[in-house]
């Protein structure tokens, strides 16, 4: 089976090598957690409730993320694991101040082999601040602000309901859309493949590296988006 980006870099974290943060959705923070752990939660929601051997969460709970915040994080790092490995789970990531931004810079670079770094985000690549963002990698997006046009999701509901992938390819070729649009359809075409009863792991490794060029790298957001479609 095709290893997916997500799945690679657990198995080099696993074999001993340190690795960036990564930026995932919640479901792929829990699925994370669930897989080293071996913990049965839903989601992150009961994941907090619980205690959980090595995972320590960083919540946002005031709206914004704060130097003292950030100082427990780079305390907890220096500590030795009594685990084997932590996960760190930061919320929000894009909520930071520019000065606790700053403050995790050097960890951020220079991420021990036993701690993995784990990120969410309500708004991507682009709310982040720039040297952080620079420091990560996006796996995926838990844009919950990049809404589809009711046009485009319908065209993609047909391309999958219907069949009839005419409508959504003469779509993609007549239409310039803007790069958050581009990145929506992957999205959307990234949940309707994994609502399916047939989950193919080519068609998801393929969505997937797009989110991750669209999120972190200035590549042309229609031909990332084409070549995922032709290759579906």
Same mark, same amino acid.
Request: no cysteine; hydrophobic share 40%; proline share 3%.
């Given at each position: 089976?095709?290893?997916?980006?997500?799945?690679?870099?657990?198995?080099? @974290?696993?074999? *001993?090598?340190?690795?960036?943060?990564?930026?995932?959705?919640?479901?792929?923070?829990?699925?994370?957690?669930?897989?080293?752990?071996?913990?049965?939660?839903?989601?992150?929601?009961?994941?907090?409730?619980?205690? %959980? /051997?090595?995972? !320590?969460?960083?919540?946002?709970?005031?709206?914004?993320?704060?130097?003292?915040?950030?100082?427990?994080? =780079?305390?907890?790092?220096?500590?030795?694991?009594? @685990?084997?490995?932590?996960?760190?789970?930061?919320?929000?990531?894009?909520?930071?101040?520019?000065?606790?931004?700053?403050?995790?810079?050097?960890? !951020?670079?220079?991420?021990?082999?036993?701690?993995? =770094?784990?990120?969410?985000?309500?708004?991507?690549?682009?709310?982040?601040?720039?040297?952080?963002?620079?420091?990560?990698? @996006?796996?995926?997006?838990?844009?919950?602000?990049?809404?589809?046009?009711? *046009?485009?999701?319908?065209?993609?509901?047909?391309? !999958?309901?219907? *069949?009839?992938?005419?409508? !959504?390819?003469? @779509?993609?070729?007549?239409?310039?859309? /803007?790069?958050? /649009?581009?990145?929506?359809?992957?999205?959307?075409?990234?949940?309707?493949?994994?609502?399916?009863?047939?989950?193919?792991?080519?068609?998801?490794?393929?969505?997937?590296?797009? =989110?991750?060029?669209?999120?972190?790298?200035?590549?042309?957001?229609?031909?990332?988006?084409? /070549? %995922?479609?032709l290759g579906m």
């Open positions: 089976m095709t290893k997916t980006p997500l799945s690679s870099l657990l198995e080099k @974290f696993e074999s *001993g090598h340190s690795i960036p943060p990564v930026v995932l959705s919640n479901e792929d923070v829990t699925i994370v957690v669930n897989t080293l752990k071996k913990t049965h939660f839903i989601d992150l929601y009961e994941m907090r409730k619980e205690y %959980v /051997e090595g995972v !320590f969460f960083f919540e946002n709970e005031t709206g914004i993320i704060k130097i003292d915040r950030t100082r427990e994080i =780079i305390e907890q790092s220096s500590k030795k694991s009594s @685990f084997g490995y932590d996960i760190f789970i930061i919320e929000w990531i894009d909520t930071l101040t520019l000065a606790a931004a700053n403050s995790l810079l050097k960890l !951020f670079e220079e991420v021990p082999s036993n701690i993995l =770094i784990l990120l969410t985000s309500d708004g991507g690549r682009e709310s982040m601040i720039e040297t952080l963002a620079s420091r990560v990698i @996006f796996i995926s997006s838990n844009i919950h602000h990049s809404i589809l046009d009711a *046009g485009i999701r319908e065209k993609i509901d047909t391309y !999958f309901d219907a *069949g009839d992938s005419a409508p !959504f390819l003469s @779509f993609l070729v007549k239409e310039k859309l /803007e790069k958050a /649009e581009y990145l929506g359809i992957l999205i959307a075409l990234k949940e309707r493949v994994l609502s399916g009863d047939i989950r193919n792991p080519d068609t998801i490794r393929r969505i997937e590296t797009g =989110i991750i060029t669209l999120s972190s790298t200035n590549a042309n957001p229609r031909w990332v988006v084409d /070549e %995922v479609v």
